[in-house]
């Protein structure tokens, strides 16, 4: 399984972004799509999952009102929009497979593929 983050880049406070995550390979028929990021000297942070195919998105309650999880499954592809975005945002963002489409986890251990990540830089 490959995965391919993109989107991240540099914005001010307060602003929108969307990120993409693309699957590509043995992704197999059942299968969740994960978005996680680390920030400088903290812990990765679980945001946001994506039962592909099912419509189901589970998302992390500390981000929840201001990020989303939406899928196109057509494209094998999840996207995390974020909205009023704080300098406290900025991390490297993550997307990442597995459990299943019924089973929507924030446990990273259960995630077996990861994307390389994408930086994103929130300014004040």
């Known amino acids: 399984v490959q995965l391919q983050a993109s989107g991240g880049g540099l914005v001010q406070a307060g602003m929108s972004l969307k990120l993409s995550c693309a699957a590509s390979?043995?992704?197999?028929?059942?299968?969740?799509l994960g978005w996680f990021r680390r920030a400088p000297g903290k812990e990765r942070e679980f945001l946001g999952a994506v039962g592909m195919g099912t419509g189901r998105t589970y998302m992390a309650d500390s981000v929840k009102g201001r990020f989303a999880c939406a899928q196109d499954n057509n494209k094998n592809t999840v996207y995390l929009q974020m909205n009023n975005l704080k300098p406290e945002d900025t991390a490297v963002y993550y997307c990442?497979?597995?459990?299943?489409?019924?089973?929507?986890?924030?446990?990273?251990?259960?995630?077996?593929?990861w994307g390389q990540g994408t930086q994103l830089t929130v300014s004040s």
């Open positions: 390979g043995r992704t197999g028929s059942s299968y969740a």
């Open positions: 990442a497979h597995g459990g299943t489409s019924r089973y929507l986890t924030s446990d990273p251990g259960l995630y077996r593929y």
